[in-house]
Structures are given as C-alpha cells and as structure tokens.
C-alpha cells in the first residue's frame, strides 16, 4: 500500500520502495562574519535557535569566544577563527552571509583605524564575492553613521549624510559608506540578493564595559560609585534600542527582499544627559554626573525613520527603555561580581 502524506508542505518526499517516506528539508546554513561580537553572538544564537546551522567566523580582534562560549556544544554550531579582509574559503553550501565583521565603538575604531577601514572595504569585497559564488543572500552590517553628524532629523534611508572623511570617525562611517556602495554594486552588476541594514545605537548584554560607547560607560561608571563622565553638555541626542529588538529587525530583513538601505533602529530619542541621570537611578548609584570636551565630529541628533522598517519588514520595537537598561544592568553586575578587580 503506497501512503502519501500532505500534511507538512515543508518537507520534501521521497519514493522508498512502494512507501513515500518524508525527509526533513536540509538546513539551511548561515555565515555569519565578526559573530563572536557583540551583535553577531547574539544573532548567532537566535539562528541556532530558529533551526539554522551556523558558521561563525571571527578573528577576535574586538570580538571574545565567551561571547559565543555556550553556543559551542551545540551540533549546529562551528566557531572559525579567521581575518575576512583575506580570502574567505568555505567548502560547503552557504544560504545566507551576513557581513557583522567590524570594529563599532569608537574606542576600537579610533585605536584600529586602519582594520576598520581594511575590514569595510576588503572584508565586504570577500564576502560578497563568497556570497556570488555560492548564490547566497548577502546582508550588510551597516550604522547609522553612515548619516554623519545629520542635519536633519529624524534621518530616513533617503538622507545621503554629513559626514566628514577625513576625521578620526571617518575611518568608521567611510568604511561603512564604502561597503554600501560596494554591495549595491554587487546586487546591481551580478544580480545577487543583498540586505542593507542601517543600525542604531544598539545595547544589551555582551557588551564589552571598556568599549567607549555610552551606555557600558554610564552603567561601569556607576555601579562602582564613580563619576559618570557625560562629553559636551549633554544635549547630544541617541536612539538607543535593545539587542533582542534590534535581533528581531534584522532576522526580519534577512529573510524579506529588500535590497535598499533598511533603518533597524529605536525612534524613541533621548539625550545622554537623560540616559546618564536614568542609569544612575536605576543602579541606585551615589555617582554624581561629570562633564568632559565633547570629541571630534561626535553627532549632535540620532532618531530613525522607521517608516521603511514598519511598512516592509512589519517591524517595530517594542523592549522600553527601563526594561533594556535593568536586563543590561543585571549582566554587568554579574560580571562585576564574577571579577570584581576589574
């Protein structure tokens, strides 16, 4: 008796004998570049948990394997140390390449200005070439510097930026304005899929304390009772949004067809002052806040339209403020009580 089942559209059939015998559909892999990060771990982990198999590669410049430590046990998992501003070689099949591969706080970019640069052009032209060869779905790793310091605001997909080159943030927004220009390239001359997502001020757990962006600055600073040292006078503006929204948005436009710049960001606008004053009650730290010069080309507005981001990807955030800061908080306490010398 033959039987024929139509229950899982999914999944592919296949003749044994006079019996239809369902096969699992293969899984899908992804490549994710710079996945020990802060970002990429946490993408790398969210795949894993969607069903993917996951290739990370990182040379661990910036990123850390106790980012991607418990993720190393499981089956689908496999960890390659590698520098993508050199040819990338991956023997089997590949589905998605997602390009996170980058210095992104400016502590490591300013330090690092020469590998920003190297991994925004060479690591992109490596990786996109991997993607032509194996007929993947390129998804670019962009920011919202590619804005600049903005002169206008909200910034939408539209806004071509004001940034200045030849700064010492050029080495990141550049490299980063570049690997844009090299993708569209790419989609336009060899016809490849590609995602171009425009990401803001993102915090959450895994972030390094030592990292130079604001928020591990404000929550080390006050959890151990020291000035929180606020630059210029805090009028400054971000958009800050919660890993596992910003995670969701990206998941989101990997798997749509969007080519074109995408913002995957919070529109809720803060100033540093206000997040300062926040984190510092929500530690119930004795800090007092400092103020200190503001640096070289650091943008006075950040807010994302995310029009484009609603009407294609369905795609808002919805993590608040508090309820990021607290689960951000919880993770550096823990490692400050894990190593509390440092």
């Known amino acids: ?153 909200p910034q939408k997909e539209s806004y071509w930026g004001n940034v200045n080159p030849i700064g010492p943030r050029g080495v990141y927004d550049e490299a980063k304005r570049f690997a844009e220009a090299l993708t569209m390239a790419y989609h336009r001359v060899h016809k490849i899929p590609v995602r171009i997502a425009r990401i803001f001020n993102t915090y959450g757990p895994r972030m390094r304390k030592d990292d130079g962006r604001a928020i591990p600055n404000f929550i ?36 749509s067809d969007v080519n074109e710049p995408v913002n995957i960001g919070n529109p809720q606008e803060l100033t540093l002052l206000e997040i300062a004053q926040q984190i510092v009650a929500l530690t119930k730290s004795k800090s007092k806040i400092t103020f200190a010069p503001l640096p070289v080309d650091d943008p006075k507005v950040r807010k994302p339209d995310i029009t484009l981001a609603q009407q294609k990807l369905g795609w808002k955030p919805t993590t608040t403020l508090e309820e990021g800061l607290q689960k951000t908080i919880a993770f550096f306490q823990q490692q400050h009580a894990k190593n509390p010398l440092h």
Request: charged letters at 15%.
């Open 1 to 153: 008796m033959e039987i024929f089942v139509r229950a899982i559209p999914t999944a592919t059939v296949k003749k044994h004998g006079s019996t239809y015998l369902f096969m699992k559909p293969a899984l899908k892999t992804v490549l994710v570049t710079g996945g020990a990060g802060f970002l990429g771990s946490h993408f790398c982990e969210f795949l894993l948990a969607k069903g993917y198999r996951v290739i990370c590669m990182d040379n661990l410049i910036t990123g850390s394997t106790t980012n991607i430590q418990h993720l190393t046990s499981h089956k689908q998992f496999r960890f390659v140390k590698h520098d993508v501003t050199q040819h990338i070689s991956v023997a089997e099949e590949i589905h998605y390449i997602l390009h996170f591969a980058s210095p992104a706080s400016p502590i490591d970019y300013l330090k690092l200005p020469i590998q920003t640069l190297k991994v925004g052009a060479l690591g992109t032209h490596n990786a996109l070439g991997l993607a032509k060869a194996k007929k993947a779905v390129f998804m670019l790793s962009s920011t919202s510097e590619v804005y600049g310091d903005p002169l206008v605001s």
């Open 220 to 255: 080390t600073q006050a959890l151990a009772n020291k000035a929180v040292t606020v630059y210029g006078d805090g009028s400054q503006t971000r958009s800050f949004s919660y890993v596992a929204d910003e995670i969701d948005g990206l998941y989101r436009l990997m798997l």
